[in-house]
């Protein structure tokens, strides 16, 4: 008989879950590096969150993703958080101890940073103002990585004026908060702009912005995948900017997250890349 110590489980929750690639992302690794185990969906209601969370132990979990609406509510409910998660403000990711406690972690942060580096690996966050749009959850942790990598300039606009200047007070004085209303002239001399938000999403309106104020050599990053070109990607593309989606960030945050409970970092490989897009 096999031991089950030598099986690996993990798992995405969320409500609605469903969607997630997450489990053909880890299925995938899983196959390609010859493990033992297995990555699920595990959707679960809000209310029911803590439940869940404290039943992975039991259920023989190593840990799990968090997605939407369980990234901020669950900094409350586990053991420990790690410092990143605790400057982001969220988790998405939660490992399991050997004594059963629950550990957050968030792996949004180096998901993105690295899905700019790979698009362009000269890439550096100190060679000029960067503009971001959005003032939620996934904003936080690309302000955090954007600060962490060296920005000296962050304009940051967000259609509710109040939630880009409370966040803008939070992060310190290299975050610069602009009102929505002058979010054109916040393009201006912009190395990178980056889009947070889901305006542009599947089923969503386009993000209300024109690019004719943007450089042309600026790097323009939209975390939205479905569709893979955004109305603002599209836009970017079509005028010569270089342009990153946010398959990059969904593929890159996954890496560390499957190494914390599988023990191995792996890499990205153009057939997972080809695999993901067929179900877009």
């Excluded at 000296?152 to 606009?157: A, F, G, N």
């Excluded at 323009?220 to 946010?246: C, E, F, K, M, W």
């Amino acid at each position: 008989m096999e031991n089950d110590a030598c099986y690996c489980l993990a798992g995405v929750m969320g409500w609605p879950v469903a969607h997630s690639r997450s489990p053909l992302i880890h299925k995938y690794w899983i196959e390609r590096e010859g493990l033992r185990g297995d990555y699920v969906l595990l959707p679960v209601q809000p209310s029911h969150l803590e439940q869940a969370l404290r039943s992975l132990p039991v259920l023989g979990f190593a840990g799990c993703n968090l997605t939407i609406p369980h990234k901020v509510p669950a900094l409350g409910l586990v053991d420990h958080v790690d410092p990143l998660a605790h400057r982001v403000g969220a988790i998405n990711t939660v490992v399991v101890g050997k004594n059963g406690s629950l550990s957050g972690h968030n792996t949004d942060v180096y998901g993105f940073i690295q899905s700019l580096l790979d698009t362009r690996p000269d890439w550096r966050a100190d060679t000029g103002p960067i503009t971001v749009i959005g003032a939620g959850g996934a904003a936080r942790a690309i302000l955090v990585g954007l600060l962490d990598a060296g920005a000296h300039q962050i304009r940051l606009t967000n259609r509710s004026d109040d939630k880009a200047r409370d966040l803008a007070q939070e992060f310190g004085p290299v975050i610069q908060y602009v009102p929505w209303k002058e979010r054109l002239e916040s393009l201006k001399g912009a190395t990178l702009l980056v889009n947070t938000t889901n305006q542009g999403m599947q089923g969503e309106a386009a993000l209300d912005i024109q690019l004719d104020c943007l450089p042309l050599d600026a790097l323009v990053a939209d975390i939205i995948y479905v569709p893979i070109a955004t109305p603002l990607l599209s836009a970017a593309r079509a005028r010569g900017n270089t342009i990153v989606n946010g398959l990059g960030m969904l593929l890159n945050q996954a890496r560390p997250a499957f190494k914390s409970w599988f023990g191995v970092m792996p890499s990205l490989q153009p057939e997972l890349l080809d695999k993901v897009h067929a179900t877009l």
